[in-house]
């Protein structure tokens, strides 16, 4: 009797879970819908008020798209923005798992102090460096090149990329399997190539998830430097786009937002198994 | 500590890898920053005019990178300091005062023959290169504003075109109704409210540009925003700039929302574009005439640039002020300033409403050229949507606003 | 750039800059727009912190317990992480429109309201529309956040509760909780840099009108580095930006920190 009472409440609270999880995600996509289907449809139906959220199937066709595709170099854009996704990111992920693992293992003097000072860099205003930065790259000479921007981007996201990085080892790596190494005669290189690197992969990926997204993101920064067309990413494009075009061609704009994402959806489904689990550690226990 | 060299050397050897080298050929090379639009063709035509001019003359090579209107103005100010900046820019007139207090723009009328190719345009287009006793630049386009209106809306509310600014005032409330609003002003700042201030005899700043002290504050100045601030407050009169939610202009036009609006060439273009039966006027007088506010764009040069590359850039900004040029740039939207290409029959067939913007030109004003007028205009802004929504009466927002502009002008 | 705030910062091509002491900061301070640009800041702050939380909290445990369909909801509340601000934010200019959709469910399909509602002219409505848009951009980090930490709470603890005969809201409470707390304080100082950040959603938005009412911090410092041309003045304005952001982080760590002792 109490058994069957049980299974009763248990299967009525699944019902109830589901359904209020289904309804969030309603909620949190119909945004993402009206987009896609402004998108779909004619430009001129976009303003029409009430605004027709169920529009029949013969309204909707990829004219918007084939138009961007045709009057926009947008793989060339895409392809930009991939190249400083994956260079950056790599970058990123080399660097930030050195530092965080030189951070959490080694005896340097002062690491604290300049773990600090990184991590201090986080709450700056990233507007307010625009300027001084620009300035930086001028000397340099990495404007109005892709290098510009993917150094930068690196340099921005290193960080918190330690930060959650040297969590992780500290919380998830036992030492002893460093000891282990010295024992052997390894260097402390050698402990970073053949543990952690293998021990922290699913941290890295998570934190290169969220690398990822950044270039697919950034406007202030990749608009100062990437002057020429063909070297522009995706959401200079974008925000070019909308508005070089005196009329605000809504159903451009969102078809070319839709397929922006496309790629950054993949990259997601290719690598959130590991998304949770690198995330799911003691790094980010404060 | 071995470990941080390794990634010092190894972030180093990146950058150098990454900077390149950029090998100087005999060519020369300019860099032109421009905000042509791309949708109206305009990008197309000025491709095919770089081409042209490069075949003429084979040792200039023309590169061109488009911009929208503030990353045009944002990336000249971060240059600013480090020089990187283009050759050759086609911007707004409004550019010049602010580049030349950031010290980077070249006084172009040093050329010998500057005179003679400024003698070839509108002298009152021009008048905006002026600073001091130099020229910052060339005409491009010129453009001012003329009254757009919606035919189809007047007729439905059997409203005739309206022939002085009154009338105009008076046609809103009979054309409000659920599905329409009588006008639309999309901002507050001079280029807006600027027309009816001084069609009404009203003035922004004192002749000399030194204060605005019973100037901007004057009843005559209240009695105009006041009427704005009446109509606003009716639901006569859109404004986007002081309700973000309103629907845009160009949005409104093409879903037959809006009747009215003071605009410039662009809005023939995009009506057309929608299919819009609309007409265009002059704008209708006031007391003291119908005068307009006078826009456009500017050909600027730049001091980094080395003497070969401003020698180039100059020969460019030269092709573009001819005829041809003007006339090709014409039939895409854009308002000749050279003068024959305003009487050139091809221009004029491409612009329907060539006559009526000329017609509007020869009494359209100029915006003060002084290097804070940014500010100025914003102050305006500021304190118009203050008196027009009603947070403020209009007295003491103008009074605020004077006090402030003063301030600034003080400096 | 701290240099910078102590001199009347000249952008200009071979400029002198003089040094001006703390005037920067004086005009900062004495500003009525840079005020209300802090408050506007620390408004949103606020509000869309601690919901972005508790929503993400509660998908994260929604979602945790589901065996089926979780590709499907983690990708689908995490799809407004992966848009970019710039396209969202048009979207909700879009929705909050006077004849947007919004407007349409309260007037025509709820007839809550009589005629439409201006949301973005007035200060607190607008601003009111740009939490909501952070707040659901950001429920999808912070699930994936927590669901991280869900999964790292030990298995034994909630069998040991089981046993004890605990139900699911002292589980929640005694367990969970406890087991999250440094998830919490992580989010809550990474939200909050990122809130005193927020730019490009009030940016498309409102772009801080009517009439300067909607300034947030980093709009108000744009205004002032491009329109203006006030190097110094920007400057200093980061500079307080920073140390306020410096002191929450101190602060909210400082928390944790004692109560971990205790």
């Not at chain 1, 090149?145 to 959650?164: D, E």
């Not at chain 2, 060519?27 to 005019?49: M, P, R």
Request: include cysteine; charge should be negative.
């Amino acid at each position: 009797m109490k058994t069957k009472n049980y299974r009763l409440r248990s299967l009525l609270f699944e019902i109830f879970k589901y359904t209020v999880t289904i309804l969030g995600l309603l909620i949190m996509i119909i945004p993402m819908y009206y987009m896609i289907i402004s998108a779909l449809k004619d430009n001129a139906t976009t303003f029409i008020y009430p605004p027709n959220l169920f529009p029949r199937l013969s309204l909707l066709d990829f004219r918007n798209f084939i138009y961007i595709l045709e009057n926009t170099i947008f793989f060339r854009y895409l392809w930009n923005t991939l190249i400083v996704a994956f260079i950056s990111v790599i970058m990123s992920a080399v660097f930030s798992s050195l530092l965080a693992y030189a951070f959490a293992r080694l005896h340097i003097p002062g690491k604290k102090v300049i773990f600090a000072v990184i991590i201090s860099i986080m709450l700056v205003p990233g507007l307010a460096l625009i300027v001084p930065q620009f300035e930086l790259a001028s000397m340099f000479k990495l404007t109005n090149k892709l290098s510009g921007v993917i150094l930068f981007y690196t340099a921005w996201t290193i960080p918190f990329s330690t930060f959650l990085l040297k969590g992780y080892i500290e919380d998830n790596i036992s030492k002893e399997l460093d000891e282990s190494i010295y024992v052997d005669g390894g260097s402390p290189f050698t402990v970073y190539r053949h543990i952690i690197i293998p021990m922290a992969s699913p941290s890295i990926a998570a934190v290169s998830i969220l690398n990822f997204l950044f270039p697919f993101e950034e406007l202030g920064w990749s608009q100062a430097i990437l002057k020429s067309d063909e070297i522009r990413t995706l959401p200079v494009a974008i925000s070019m786009f909308f508005r070089a075009h005196s009329q605000t061609d809504w159903g451009y704009v969102f078809a070319m937002t839709t397929m922006a994402m496309i790629p950054v959806v993949i990259f997601y489904l290719l690598l959130q198994k590991y998304f949770v689990t690198g995330l799911s550690s003691g790094s980010i226990k404060g | 500590m071995k470990r941080k060299s390794i990634i010092l050397a190894l972030f180093l050897f990146l950058v150098i890898a990454f900077v390149g080298c950029n090998n100087a050929n005999e060519k020369v090379t300019i860099e032109f920053w421009h905000n042509y639009s791309a949708s109206d063709g305009q990008i197309t035509v000025l491709e095919t005019l770089i081409a042209e001019f490069e075949e003429d003359n084979p040792n200039i090579e023309v590169n061109h990178v488009f911009m929208e209107w503030s990353a045009l103005k944002n990336s000249v100010t971060l240059g600013a300091s480090t020089g990187v900046l283009p050759d050759v820019l086609r911007g707004d007139i409004a550019f010049v005062p602010q580049f030349q207090s950031l010290n980077v723009l070249l006084a172009i009328s040093e050329f010998d023959d500057y005179e003679t190719q400024a003698a070839k345009v509108l002298a009152s287009a021009n008048s905006s290169n002026i600073m001091g006793d130099d020229y910052y630049g060339l005409a491009a386009n010129t453009n001012t504003k003329i009254l757009f209106y919606n035919e189809d809306l007047l007729e439905a509310a059997d409203v005739d075109v309206p022939e002085s600014l009154d009338e105009l005032w008076a046609a809103l409330p009979v054309l409000k109704s659920d599905s329409v609003i009588g006008m639309v002003e999309p901002w507050t700042g001079i280029w807006n409210v600027g027309p009816y201030i001084w069609s009404e005899g009203g003035e922004v700043l004192s002749p000399d540009n030194t204060t605005a002290e019973g100037y901007i504050n004057s009843q005559i100045v209240v009695d105009v925003i006041q009427t704005l601030a009446d109509l606003y407050q009716a639901g006569e009169l859109a404004g986007p700039s002081m309700d973000p939610g309103a629907t845009g202009d160009t949005d409104g036009w093409a879903s037959e929302l809006y009747a009215f609006e003071l605009d410039g060439p662009w809005r023939a273009a995009s009506n057309t574009a929608a299919g819009i039966n609309y007409g265009a006027i002059p704008l209708p007088e006031g007391s003291e005439g119908s005068i307009s506010v006078l826009g456009g764009e500017n050909f600027m040069q730049f001091k980094n640039s080395s003497t070969e590359e401003q020698v180039a850039a100059w020969k460019f900004i030269k092709f573009m002020t001819d005829e041809h040029a003007q006339v090709e740039m014409a039939k895409v939207g854009q308002m000749p300033v050279n003068l024959e290409a305003l009487e050139n029959a091809e221009a004029v067939t491409a612009m329907p409403l060539l006559p009526v913007f000329q017609e509007a030109l020869l009494t359209a004003r100029a915006r003060p050229v002084i290097p804070q007028w940014s500010q100025v205009e914003d102050i305006i802004a500021t304190k118009v949507a203050e008196a027009i929504t009603g947070t403020k009466t209009v007295q003491v927002a103008l009074d605020e606003a004077a006090a402030a502009i003063d301030e600034l002008l003080g400096d | 750039m701290f240099i910078m705030s102590f001199f009347d910062w000249n952008i200009g091509f071979q400029q002198s800059s003089p040094y001006i002491g703390l005037e920067n900061y004086i005009d900062v301070l004495t500003d009525p727009i840079a005020k209300r640009a802090i408050v506007n800041t620390f408004v949103y702050a606020i509000v869309t912190v601690p919901l972005q939380m508790i929503f993400g909290l509660a998908v994260a445990l929604l979602i945790n317990g589901i065996k089926k369909f979780g590709i499907i909801f983690r990708l689908g509340y995490y799809l407004p992480v992966i848009t970019s601000w710039v396209v969202v934010a048009l979207l909700f200019r879009y929705i909050f429109a006077n004849t947007g959709l919004m407007n349409y469910f309260l007037v025509d399909v709820l007839k809550i309201v009589d005629g439409p509602v201006s949301w973005l002219s007035s200060r607190w409505s607008a601003l009111a529309s740009a939490m909501l848009l952070g707040i659901w951009k950001g429920i999808g980090w912070n699930m994936i956040i927590f669901l991280a930490a869900l999964q790292a709470v030990p298995r034994n603890l909630y069998e040991a509760a089981d046993v004890d005969g605990a139900n699911r809201f002292q589980k929640f409470f005694y367990i969970t909780l406890p087991s999250i707390k440094g998830t919490i304080t992580f989010a809550l100082v990474m939200l909050a840099i990122g809130a005193f950040n927020t730019y490009t959603p009030i940016a498309i938005l409102t772009g801080g009108n009517p009439m300067h009412q909607t300034e947030v911090v980093l709009t108000w410092m744009y205004f002032q580095t491009f329109d203006a041309l006030n190097m110094g003045y920007s400057a200093a304005l980061s500079m307080i930006v920073t140390a306020i952001i410096m002191i929450i982080t101190v602060f909210l760590f400082g928390i944790t920190r004692r109560k971990k002792v205790a």
